[in-house]
């Protein structure tokens, strides 16, 4: 439903329907309806008590929706039908005595105060919708700068990552090597943010894991026979998660490609997620030499295994682990 300070009908219908013609007939329509119900309501129920009463909310309803000259506009065709209509003697502006133009003298007060109220309202919430979409431009300005710098922060930290490792060889090229693949994780979440259906604090998994999981075919060089396979439901994560999930299956697929293949020259590394009623499920898997003889943990392969349950409890993620000599699957099951 649109909000109160957006409704309003002449600045929605100009310039097809000049804004005049739009209060003159909103009004119009505003005091045809209270005229109705006070018609039908005689019907039901004979007396021609409170012949003013509706009124009163046709003129708000009219100020509200179309400013204060339609307003008066209602104001003035239902005052008007009610004292020649309703009040005796009925079909004629002759009145009995004094008490009568007096108490529509009274109701016409009545009319301007209730329409001025209802204006100054309808400016007041005009107003206050005005400066929030200028503080929400201003925050979304603000977002895309903080954005900009995160993705230059990114780059400039892979870049450093990058030289060091290119610097150094064995064990220590291979550990600057892992941090870079978990930095680069990070950044391609934060790249994904503002993509989709533009909800800013949600990433689409689809193009997210696929780019992450080409990114992590490329940099562990899957060539030929072993080769990583990716298949992502569509799918809307919270910011926090779909970094947590990422830094996951960054995690296990360098994992599955350092130890499930050992002395092996083909294989497969196969990520899905998938939806499912109440959440999703992360489904990394290979079909490798399983744990139990897989390589001996190093240092870097020993802090994986520690990160790996660390990020599932961020994602609020409960992990399953399965292997044998067929090879190995990792479940993690999320609640929505």
């Not at 009163?56 to 929706?65: N, V």
């Not at 978990?182 to 997210?208: K, W």
């Not at 943990?297 to 409890?313: K, Q, T, V, W, Y």
């Amino acid at each position: 439903m649109p909000r109160l300070g957006e409704l309003d009908l002449p600045n929605r219908l100009a310039p097809a329907v000049p804004r005049g013609v739009t209060q003159l007939g909103f009004g119009v329509l505003c005091s045809s309806s209270a005229i109705l119900v006070r018609a039908l309501l005689d019907g039901v129920a004979a007396g021609g008590g409170a012949p003013f009463a509706l009124c009163f909310p046709a003129m708000m309803l009219a100020t509200l929706f179309a400013r204060w000259q339609a307003g008066v506009v209602t104001a003035t065709l239902g005052i008007t039908y009610g004292y020649y209509y309703t009040v005796p003697p009925s079909g004629t502006f002759r009145s009995n005595g004094v008490a009568t133009p007096l108490t529509v003298g009274f109701i016409v007060v009545a009319a301007i105060i209730t329409v001025a109220l209802a204006e100054l309202f309808r400016r007041s919430v005009r107003r206050a919708t005005a400066e929030r979409d200028r503080q929400i431009a201003d925050r979304d300005l603000l977002l895309q700068e903080i954005d900009h710098r995160m993705k230059n922060n990114f780059a400039i930290v892979a870049s450093i990552l990058d030289i060091q490792r290119r610097r150094l060889s064995g064990e220590a090229a291979e550990a600057l090597g892992t941090a870079l693949y978990r930095v680069e994780s990070i950044a391609r979440a934060h790249r994904h943010l503002y993509r989709g259906t533009g909800q800013s604090d949600a990433v689409q998994m689809r193009a997210y894991l696929g780019d992450l999981c080409a990114a992590l075919a490329d940099a562990l060089l899957l060539r030929g026979g072993v080769t990583l396979a990716c298949s992502v439901d569509e799918a809307e994560v919270p910011r926090d998660r779909a970094v947590s999930i990422g830094l996951i299956v960054n995690e296990l697929v360098t994992n599955a490609a350092k130890h499930a293949f050992t002395d092996r020259v083909g294989g497969t590394i196969s990520v899905g997620f998938r939806k499912r009623p109440g959440g999703w499920t992360l489904i990394v898997s290979d079909d490798g030499v399983g744990m139990h003889a897989a390589a001996p943990a190093g240092p870097d392969h020993g802090l994986g295994s520690r990160l790996i349950p660390a990020f599932a409890r961020q994602a609020n993620g409960t992990l399953a682990t399965e292997s044998g000599p067929h090879g190995t699957v990792v479940t993690m099951d999320l609640p929505a």
